[in-house]
């Protein structure tokens, strides 16, 4: 698959629809599966010492490949943000938010930095790519579901990027020894007055 180059707005006043613009330190541009080594990495200290994943067990190359797989099958966008020499700082993905069929309009994301690269920008350039790219295939809204109500990064990335509060469910996970809630925040991508009739 070809890797295509997104130019991707990181400034904190930019509407992300008005389209991207670019970063000199790093660029945003579409995975692939020479990547999957990469973000394996990242997300399995995210799920060993953080609570964003409710995964208990990190998944391997293999897994993150099948789920790579999935997304790109689904027609949805799976980013990775590289550096200028070559490595990879975070991705982000849409997948399907659930899979029943009348839910196929709606996206649910998913966004990783790398520990070592976090307030630069990154996750914002992912994230706003991703919303532009979900937008571009149609989909209508994307939902934010935050594991642990003290994750304030991402509740402040989806709030600068324009996500809005949408709920928050109580107690519903357990991890590192206590009880976690998820944070569901909402996106329209677009807002085109369609009231759904056939
Ligand atoms: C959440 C995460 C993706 C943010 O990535 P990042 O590259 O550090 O974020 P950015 O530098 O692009 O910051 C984006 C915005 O969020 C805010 N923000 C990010 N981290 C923050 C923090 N810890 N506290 C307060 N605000 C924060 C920034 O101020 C910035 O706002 P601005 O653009 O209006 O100035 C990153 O911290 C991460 O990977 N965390 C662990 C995994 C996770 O929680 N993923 C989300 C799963 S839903």
């Known amino acids: 698959m070809g890797r295509r180059r997104f130019r991707v707005s990181t400034d904190r006043d930019h509407d992300v629809s008005e389209g991207p613009t670019t970063r000199p330190d790093f660029t945003v541009r579409d995975g692939c599966p020479g990547d999957i080594a990469a973000t394996t990495r990242i997300y399995a200290i995210e799920v060993r010492e953080g609570s964003a994943s409710f995964e208990l067990t990190a998944p391997d190359e293999a897994e993150m490949t099948r789920r790579f797989e999935t997304i790109r099958d689904a027609g949805l966008p799976y980013l990775v943000a590289e550096d200028t020499g070559g490595e990879i700082l975070g991705y982000a993905y849409a997948g399907t938010y659930r899979p029943r069929p009348a839910y196929?309009?709606?996206v649910e994301n998913s966004?990783?930095?790398?520990?070592?690269a976090r307030g630069r920008g990154v996750g914002?350039?992912?994230?706003?790519?991703?919303i532009e790219r979900c937008r571009q295939a149609g989909r209508r809204e994307m939902i934010a579901v935050i594991g642990d109500s003290g994750n304030v990064g991402s509740i402040a990335l989806h709030r600068a990027l324009g996500f809005r509060d949408a709920g928050v469910l109580r107690n519903v996970g357990r991890k590192h020894g206590r009880w976690l809630d998820t944070v569901l925040m909402q996106f329209t991508l677009q807002d085109d007055g369609d009231d759904g009739a056939l």
């Not at 966004?111 to 070592?116: G, H, L, N, R, T």
């Not at 914002?124 to 991703?130: D, E, G, P, V, Y």
């Open 104 to 106: 196929g309009a709606t």
């Open 111 to 116: 966004v990783y930095v790398a520990a070592e």
């Open 124 to 130: 914002r350039a992912l994230l706003a790519a991703l």
